[in-house]
C-alpha cells in the first residue's frame, strides 16, 4: 500500500491512508476474535470461514443483521466509542441465538464523515469485544469515509453475522406447548432500542451526561450508554441441557412485538408483570415523558433482554445454568392457550 496515494481524491475529502493506518490499528482487536474455522484475515476482498459440520446431519446457515441505530449519537456526544460495537454485535447474534444457532463469523460496516484512524480502531475495539463475547471471529468489514454527506464528526455502525445449527435441533415455535415456563434474562439496560424517545424524554443534546445520579446509582450518560448483554453462549449452555421450546430477543417493538415471534397460533405469553426486574432507568424514563405503561413495553426491553420459553420440567436445569453464566434468570410467567400472544397481568 505505501505505493497508494490520491491527492486528488484527498482534496476532495478522502484520505485513503487514513484508512490503511485504521486497518493496522484494528487488526490487533481483529487478532482477539479468532476462531477454528478462520481461514483469512482482514484485507482481503472477502472474509473466508471453514464451518466445522462435524455430527451435523443437515447444517442450516443462519443469518442476522441490524446496527445500532441513534444510540450512536450518545457515543457521539460523550466522545466514547468503544462500546457501541458491542451493541451493534449484540443486536445480530442474539437475534440469530432464537433459532438455536451458534455464531461463526461477523462483518462490519462503519460510514463515517471524517476518517479518524484511533476513532474508527476503537468503534472496532468493541466490535471485536462482542465478537469474543459471543464466541465468533471478525473476519472483515469495511470502513466509508462519507465528506460531504455526514458531518465530520458522524458516523453510522451497522454488521451482520452467520450462524449454524443442524436443522433437527432448530427452535421453531410450533413446539411451544400449554404449561411451558418462560424464563427471563435480565438485561443491561436499554441495550439499542427507544432511543429516538430516550433523547426527546432527556433533550440530550442538552442533557447533563456526565452528572451522577442517586436514582439510576451513575451517570446519566454511562447509564445510557450501557451495551447491550449478549446471551449467546448462556443460552447454548441451556439448549445442551434443557428441553427449550422458544427464544426471543426483547429489541424494538419491546414484550408485545417479540414474546409472539417464537409462538405458534392459539397460544399466549401470560406474563406476571410483578415477577419482573424493571431496571430505574425506565422507571425514570416513564415518568419524565408521562408515558403510558403499555407503550413502555411496547418500546423499551424494561430489564428483560431475553426470554427463553422452557418445558417446566426442565425449568430448574436452565435457570441453574443461567445463574452461573451471570444473566439473574427469573420465571415470569407460562404459556396458556390464547390468541392474544401476550397478556401482561
Known sequence: MENSHSASYAAAGVDIEAGY???????????????????????????????????????????????????????QLLDKHDTIGIDCVAMCVNDIICCGARPLFFLDYIAIGKNKPEKVASIVSGVAEGCVQ???????????????????EDYDLAGFAVGIVDKEKMIRPEQVKAGDVVISLQSNGL?????????????????????????????????????????????????????????????????????????????????????????PIFRMIQRLGNIPEHDMFNTFNMGT?????????????????????????????????????????
Open 191 to 279: 441495550h439499542s432500542n427507544g432511543f429516538s424517545l430516550v433523547r426527546k424524554v432527556f433533550n440530550i443534546e442538552h442533557a447533563k451526561l456526565d452528572e451522577w445520579s442517586e436514582e439510576l446509582g451513575g451517570e446519566l450518560g454511562n447509564v445510557l450508554l450501557a451495551p447491550t448483554a449478549i446471551y449467546v453462549k448462556a443460552v447454548l449452555e441451556v439448549l445442551q441441557v434443557a428441553d427449550v421450546h422458544g427464544i426471543s430477543h426483547i429489541t424494538g417493538g419491546g414484550f408485545y412485538e417479540n414474546i409472539p415471534r417464537c409462538l405458534p397460533k392459539g397460544m399466549t405469553a401470560k406474563i406476571d408483570k410483578s415477577a419482573l426486574w424493571i431496571d
Open 21 to 75: 493506518k485504521g486497518v493496522q490499528l484494528m487488526k490487533e482487536h481483529v487478532a482477539r476474535t479468532m476462531i477454528p474455522g478462520v481461514v483469512s484475515g482482514i484485507g482481503g476482498f472477502g472474509g473466508l470461514f471453514a464451518p466445522n459440520l462435524s455430527g451435523m446431519k443437515e447444517p442450516v446457515l443462519v443469518s442476522g443483521t441490524d446496527g445500532v441505530g441513534t444510540k450512536i449519537r450518545l457515543a
Open 305 to 345: 433482554g431475553m426470554v427463553l420459553v422452557v418445558d417446566k420440567n426442565d425449568a430448574g436445569k436452565a435457570r441453574d445454568i443461567l445463574l452461573k453464566a451471570g444473566h439473574a434468570p427469573r420465571v415470569i410467567g407460562e404459556i396458556v392457550t390464547g390468541d392474544a400472544g401476550v397478556e401482561l397481568l
Open 134 to 152: 459471543s464466541g465468533c471471529a471478525l473476519i472483515g468489514g469495511e470502513t466509508a469515509e462519507h465528506p460531504g454527506l455526514m458531518a465530520p
